[in-house]
């Protein structure tokens, strides 16, 4: 058990998660605080979360990922931070693992987690996520959101990190159209990011950066080996990168019209 000292609070971010957060909130329940930053949730999500026992939830608009992280984190009493996504499921043994090393008195300021990632309910082996790994534990005043990204947040440590040896299990793929919009916002966003950046649309990198995507999971990153799973979400994966060069062509053509709609 975790002592008075070393509290837990779990963060989680929401948007029509019904589905999802049901099983999210039961699995971080053994944390001693429960925050939801929710941005307007029109399926019952919100709904759910206010009436649940364990959970604090606050309404907050969207603006970008790193923007509603950096203000969920700020809502956290306790210096211990368990932050996941909404479709993410803590199992019985990363929570002992948990428990253990914010127990230990550890100098460690951030851990990564190891993702098993689920399609539907079965395990998704390759197609690029067999690696994949993202800051989940780590203290709130050793670590900030950095302002480079608005999408695939990154931590930015004061201090050194380390690797938790059990998986967090992440249910990324509900539907094909869920998970296809899922990708073509991650796009947008990026193309936001990239138009920010002062980065350019180009037709030839649009080409090739959308087939180096699916020729690098589906092939490379073994994504063939998952069968017909393996294919749909290498082609949804490139299709995000498809809609980041698309959208930042639209922010370019709209720029452009408002210089010369404003031009004496």
Partial sequence: MVTAKEKLTALIITYNEMGYIEKCIESVSFADEIIVVDSFSTDGTYEFLKNHPKVKVIQNPFENFTAQKSFTLKQATNDWVLFLDADEIVTSALQQEILTTISSKTEISAFWFYRQFMFKNEKLNYSGWQTDKNYRLFRKSKVKFSDCKIVHETLDVNGTSGILKEKLVHYCYKNYEDYKGKMLKYGRLKAIESFYKEKQYNYVKMVLKTGWKFFNHYILRLGVLDGKKGFIICYLNAL??????????????????AYYLVMP
Avoid: W
């Fill in 240 to 257: 995000g990168v498809l809609e980041r060069y698309k959208e930042l062509k639209r922010l370019e053509q709209k720029n452009e019209l």
